[in-house]
């Protein structure tokens, strides 16, 4: 079956412009994540759902940063007036549950370069 | 979450096992030992996972100390393919947020 799928996997944009970034879990998983890695950097968790809700947000790097998912399905990670440090590749991750003891199934991720 | 420590590199000859251990020692009764890997330039991927008892799966084994506060993660047969970044962590929170530390660079040369 299909795994997870991001798009763009790349993108290229300027300072101050705001940016999507989407997210296709797989088909029936209810959590879904949000990661970033910088260059050089580790993993960072930024968000996670349940369903459409996001109970915890505090990853999120700045009020900059925004994500919504519908339908239980298809989430999006939003990033306005894109600083540099915004760099980054994206990853995101779904799996059945939202527990611990639930393997995480990541997509490819997205590159996301701030000139 | 417990902390974990890892070597930061190993390496291994194509053909034999790779053991990668890790260290969990303020591991509680409840928080599971999950690895993944990342490929270069791929997403991170599920390898296995444990609470208390070994593992074993079609990629690897988990071997628990009896105490759980290490354990390793064994490829039998350590390919070229496997040379990756791999992470152990340890999770306790009941939405299963994964926090990936440096993890171990492993190189499976020929």
């Known amino acids: 079956g299909a795994g997870v799928s991001q798009s763009p996997s790349n993108k290229v944009t300027e300072k101050g412009k705001d940016v999507e970034l989407r997210c296709d879990p797989i088909s029936g998983h209810t959590a879904l994540y949000w990661y970033r890695q910088s260059l050089g950097q580790g993993l960072e968790f930024l968000i996670y759902f349940q369903g459409n809700s996001a109970p915890d947000k505090s990853g999120l790097p700045s009020d900059r940063f925004s994500a919504e998912r519908t339908g239980g399905s298809v989430s999006t990670l939003t990033i306005q007036r894109t600083q540099q440090e915004d760099s980054a590749v994206y990853l995101c991750a779904s799996s059945l549950i939202v527990r611990a003891g639930n393997e995480q199934y990541f997509g490819p991720g997205t590159r996301l370069t701030v000139t | 979450d417990a902390k974990t420590t890892q070597p930061t590199s190993m390496d291994c000859a194509e053909g034999r096992a790779a053991n990668l251990p890790c260290n969990h020692s303020?591991?509680?009764?409840?928080?599971?030992v999950y690895w993944y890997r990342q490929i270069h330039s791929q997403g991170p991927q599920y390898i296995i996972h444990g609470l208390k008892n070994n593992e074993t799966n079609e990629m690897a084994y988990l071997i628990f100390t009896e105490d759980r506060k290490s354990s390793t993660l064994i490829l039998p047969h350590a390919t070229l393919r496997d040379t990756a970044v791999y992470y152990c962590i340890v999770i306790g929170t009941s939405y299963g947020k994964l926090t990936f530390g440096q993890g171990t660079i492993l190189t499976v040369h020929p």
């Open positions: 303020t591991i509680s009764g409840n928080e599971y």
